[in-house]
């Protein structure tokens, strides 16, 4: 096969390095006119026997790459393609779809500081003119070369507000986050060089009752021994005495919903899966959490990631799954790191490989590291993502359960929904259900950001109402009043103080004409300028379009223009009313002919803003 690599572009000896220590098998440099072998397989990333399982390895090499010398060269890209049978052209374009790749030279270290909403509205603007003080502008390094600092979306530190990402590259260093940052405390981790990932300090959860995070600040994140010590592997247990039958009707008399937003039910996902005639099956688990507001599957993978495992364990158990994915995205380097630490004991320990818990049972899994794009929480643009394509959707039908990863059946489930499954399966699905109510059965997690009192994640029972919920979070600081509350994220809708009394259930979310979505409650207080968080909103959607379909990728730029117009000064009466009556047909055209839910969803929080909130008079 004739690659067409780029004349005369040769890896370094340390990227070679890099690469082909994600590859496992090293191959020598290659002589003046020659070329290496074929590629070998890997090891320490087993693909699955099927058709493109070496371009399979494309990210996980590309961010090798990236983090040994800070951005992808084309010798690099050479080395990969010739490993991997990748020609260039399709490798770059893979590449240069992330944002956390660069594909020019760039400083070692980039400080990625957001400016979306939740950090919008706790300083990071201040935070923004301050670092283009005293280190320059945004986008142009350090005048030692060594630092450049840039504005990102939404991190999933918004608890914690504002927040940076350190993306550290060289041998021995690891990216790194930042929480409640100032100029000062980014300044000096940018003089320091601080290396690898710490924890950010005790995460801010509130349980009533505790369930999904019962563990939370209590047992070592760490440590095999202390989960097992506090439940950890009875669900599993219980799992293979119930036999793939009876785990799947447990679920399903759960009536357990995907909590990532779709709302599918979960039994229905996996019976399906499990009936599936072709081989193999896939399991995957979706924790790609990019939407703003958004961080409840961050906290429960850093604090309780042995129950992300046995959960896909009991998933890929129940549907006959031998081999499953974690899709994590790229911005959440203490839970990758804890994930990771966590696959590692569970294959000591036997509770992952050849013979599960000493059954005849056999399962591994996979952590497959994102890039830096929201698109990719879509479960088909996830697939493309792991399979070494660009994060664009696919059209469905067929539906994942039929054709997904590698084109086979795949079960595919968020973080929370996962978690959920243990106590299905330990305490049964009946007893899941006296939870809750009769559509919406079980606890949920909320994540509580903006202008809380007490910002953090919420486990309470489906029911509770939205007024009750931000009184539990302390209501809005300094006494302030609520001008008005995001729900479900932004592609969620905004909701008025005097909206704020019914049930947060799937039912009553829809009674109101709300969504819950990913689970964001953001509260803005009456200092809160809505039309900059409404024009944010609008540009995150414009960054975020994959491009793939034309209703998304013209309709977000389109909106987007419309807004700051109506954002302008001495805007006429007339001029106010043809671009909302736009912005109107344009939502309406990507709700009907958008691909996916980005862009079907594009236009949601923007147009009840309009109409509800009358922002724009």
Not at 197 to 222: F, H, I, Q, W
Not at 279 to 292: G, K, L, Q, W, Y
Not at 564 to 582: E, F
Request: aromatic share 6%; glycine share 10%.
């Amino acid at each position: 096969m004739d690659l067409h690599l780029i004349p005369g572009a040769v890896a370094t000896p340390e990227e070679r390095a890099a690469i082909d220590a994600v590859l496992s098998t090293p191959h020598p440099a290659p002589a003046p006119g020659t070329s290496h072998p074929a590629p070998a397989p890997s090891t320490q990333h087993p693909a699955p026997a099927t058709q493109g399982a070496a371009r399979a390895l494309l990210l996980p090499a590309l961010h090798a790459a990236q983090a040994r010398v800070g951005w992808i060269s084309e010798g690099a890209l050479n080395h990969i393609c010739e490993r991997l049978s990748v020609p260039p052209a399709e490798a770059y374009g893979v590449a240069s779809f992330y944002s956390m790749f660069s594909m020019k030279p760039r400083p070692p270290s980039i400080v990625h500081v957001c400016d979306d909403i939740a950090c919008r509205v706790n300083g990071a603007e201040a935070l923004c003119h301050d670092l283009e003080q005293q280190i320059g502008k945004a986008g142009e390094p350090s005048t030692d070369g060594r630092t450049m600092w840039v504005r990102s979306p939404c991190l999933g530190q918004c608890e914690r507000a504002p927040a940076v990402l350190f993306q550290m590259a060289g041998a021995g260093r690891a990216d790194r986050t930042l929480t409640g940052a100032t100029a000062a405390t980014v300044v000096a981790a940018m003089r320091d060089n601080v290396h690898g990932v710490g924890p950010t300090g005790k995460p801010d959860v509130y349980a009533d009752p505790s369930r999904l995070l019962r563990r939370v600040g209590v047992a070592n994140p760490e440590s095999l021994q202390d989960y097992r010590a506090h439940g950890g592997y009875e669900a599993l247990k219980r799992a293979f005495a119930l036999g793939t039958a009876g785990v799947i009707r447990e679920v399903a008399d759960s009536r357990l919903v995907g909590r990532g937003g779709a709302l599918f039910p979960t039994g229905r996902k996996w019976d399906a899966v499990a009936r599936a005639a072709a081989r193999p099956h896939f399991m995957v688990c979706n924790a790609d959490e990019s939407e703003p507001g958004t961080f409840k599957d961050r906290v429960l993978m850093e604090e309780d990631p042995f129950a992300v495992i046995e959960a896909m364990t009991i998933a890929a158990f129940a549907t006959d799954c031998e081999r499953g994915y974690i899709y994590i995205r790229g911005e959440y380097p203490l839970a990758t790191g804890r994930l990771l630490g966590a696959l590692a004991q569970a294959r000591t320990a036997g509770l992952l490989g050849e013979r599960v818990m000493d059954t005849s049972f056999r399962f591994d899994i996979e952590l497959r590291r994102g890039a830096g794009a929201y698109i990719c929480g879509e479960e088909t643009a996830l697939f493309n993502s792991i399979e070494g394509f660009r994060g664009e959707p696919r059209n469905k039908p067929p539906f994942p359960v039929e054709s997904g990863l590698f084109g086979k059946p795949t079960v595919v489930n968020n973080v929370e929904t996962l978690v959920n499954v243990l106590d299905v399966v330990r305490d049964g699905g009946a007893a899941f259900a006296a939870t809750g109510t009769e559509q919406s059965t079980g606890t949920k997690l909320f994540c509580v950001s903006g202008c809380a009192v007490r910002p953090g994640v919420y486990e309470v029972p489906f029911g509770i109402t939205l007024k009750a919920l931000i009184a539990r979070a302390g209501g809005v600081r300094d006494g302030r009043p609520l001008q008005a509350v995001l729900l479900g994220g932004a592609a969620g809708m905004f909701v008025t103080p005097d909206e704020l009394d019914f049930p947060l259930t799937l039912e009553g979310a829809r009674a109101a004409g709300a969504t819950l979505g990913s689970g964001v409650v953001m509260l803005f207080d009456d200092r809160v300028d809505l039309r900059d968080i409404i024009m944010r909103i609008a540009e995150f959607f414009r960054h975020e379009s994959c491009g793939q379909c034309v209703p998304c990728r013209v309709g977000t730029v389109r909106q987007e223009e419309a807004i700051h117009r109506l954002a302008a000064p001495d805007k006429g009466n007339s001029g106010v009313a043809l671009d909302i009556a736009l912005i109107d047909d344009l939502g309406q055209a990507m709700r009907d002919a958008s691909i996916c839910g980005l862009g079907q969803t594009a236009s949601s929080a923007v147009q009840s803003a309009i109409r509800k909130l009358r922002v724009f008079g």
